[in-house]
């Protein structure tokens, strides 16, 4: 069952970040935290666990951080709020807690109806779609003034 929670919220806005304003170069957590202010307690976790899940990079050196490990319109959003579910163990099993006839035979089947209709959306919907709302929405990117054009 899908909670929204600080911690997935922080992990959609990190890789969100690295989609957004990485030039050719990794993003270290510390600047995320900048742009974002999302708390390291929080990110460096999450970032630790979303390269473990193969959604990001790492990148080790003074210069390293992190990256997309793939193309940003091959990770949907629904592999992020999975990722940070299993960190999170929320897993709990509704099944097994006691209830009414009501609670058990029509809210949790709801419940459990609404959550199957969110994972589809959100599968559906790409990093690069978000990105291209950033865009969209005039938010500038570090990443056009990190290039460089000299030859």
């Known amino acids: 069952m899908i909670r929204l929670s600080k911690k997935m919220l922080f992990a959609i806005e990190a890789v969100l970040d690295i989609a957004y304003h990485a030039g050719g170069e990794p993003v270290q957590s510390r600047e995320i935290t900048r742009r974002q202010g999302i708390p390291r ?12 899940s193969g959604v990001l990079t790492g990148v080790r050196g003074p210069r390293g951080g992190y990256r997309l490990a793939r193309e940003r319109r091959r990770i949907t959003i629904g592999e992020i709020v999975r990722v940070v579910r299993d960190l999170e163990a929320i897993d709990e099993a ?58």
């Open 41 to 52: 307690r929080y990110l460096e976790q999450t970032l630790q666990h979303l390269v473990r």
């Open 94 to 151: 509704v099944d097994e807690l006691p209830g009414s006839d009501l609670g058990r035979q029509v809210v949790r089947p709801l419940w459990n109806e609404l959550h199957d209709e969110l994972m589809v959306k959100l599968d559906t919907l790409t990093v690069d779609d978000l990105c291209t709302r950033a865009y969209r929405d005039g938010i500038p990117s570090e990443a056009e003034k990190n290039l460089d054009f000299t030859i």
